[in-house]
């Protein structure tokens, strides 16, 4: 049962566009969400994270928003560069403990 | 660099044989947790260790053990290895689970890439 979907596999946006990627919960007890940014060969790096009582948080060029109705999230980032090219995890957990990760999104940021 | 290291980056070996995957947490940590990745799959939480004592177990196989030591570094072993074992495993810390609520993000070590022939 997948509890964190990211349903698209890739993305591929222009430098200084906006790139925009997308995931959907279905556990409504997760309190916290987060993603991660993974390049080849090294571990997950932590961006950004919100909890379940905002819909919106923001850190430099990263803003990630919730709708809970919606059990949706999105992570918005604002302009792209290519150095943003990766692959990006949503997760989310419960009181604090293990993490729920989606399958990642590969991010391809185009100059 | 998280501060979270590995040990080895690679991993090469037979079906049968017994591995041991070592992590080390940041300083100051006192949970640590393994996760797996396998190929065209997220991450999947294996167990979680704080100050010593396992706190969480996901789905992790009988043949899997872990355990934490006095000094928190942490050892993931893998017996009787199978084809499908082949994954990247990481290993994450973070400085307590969170008692109260609130968020304790965990930092993530550069993975040890097993492969089993």
């Known amino acids: 049962d997948q509890q964190v979907k990211q349903n698209s596999p890739s993305l591929s946006v222009q430098e200084g566009r906006i790139s925009i990627l997308n995931c959907d919960y279905t556990?409504?007890?997760?309190?916290?969400f987060l993603w991660y940014k993974k390049y080849p060969a090294e571990g997950p790096t932590f961006l950004i994270s919100?909890?379940?009582?905002?819909d919106k948080n923001e850190d430099g060029r990263f803003t990630v928003f919730l709708n809970k109705s919606a059990k949706h999230l999105s992570l918005h980032i604002v302009p792209s560069q290519p150095g943003d090219s990766a692959v990006y995890f949503c997760a989310a957990t419960e009181y604090g403990n293990k993490l729920v990760f989606g399958a990642g999104t590969i991010l391809r940021v185009k100059s | 660099d998280s501060g979270v290291t590995q040990t080895p980056k690679h991993l090469i070996t037979a079906t049968g044989q017994r591995v041991t995957l070592r992590c080390s947490p940041r300083s100051g940590d006192l949970s640590v947790y393994w996760y797996q990745q396998s190929l065209d799959q997220g991450l999947q939480f294996l167990i979680q260790y704080y100050n010593g004592e396992e706190r969480a177990k996901g789905n992790i196989l009988e043949r899997f053990s872990a355990q934490q030591f006095p000094d928190l570094h942490s050892e993931l072993n893998l017996s009787s290895l199978e084809l499908g074992d082949s994954a990247l495993y990481f290993c994450?810390?973070?400085?307590?689970?969170?008692?109260?609520?609130?968020?304790?993000?965990?930092?993530f070590g550069p993975g040890t890439r097993l492969t089993v022939l």
């Open positions: 556990n409504s007890m997760f309190d916290y």
């Open positions: 994450a810390s973070s400085v307590a689970p969170s008692l109260a609520g609130g968020l304790d993000t965990q930092y």
């Open positions: 919100i909890s379940s009582i905002k």
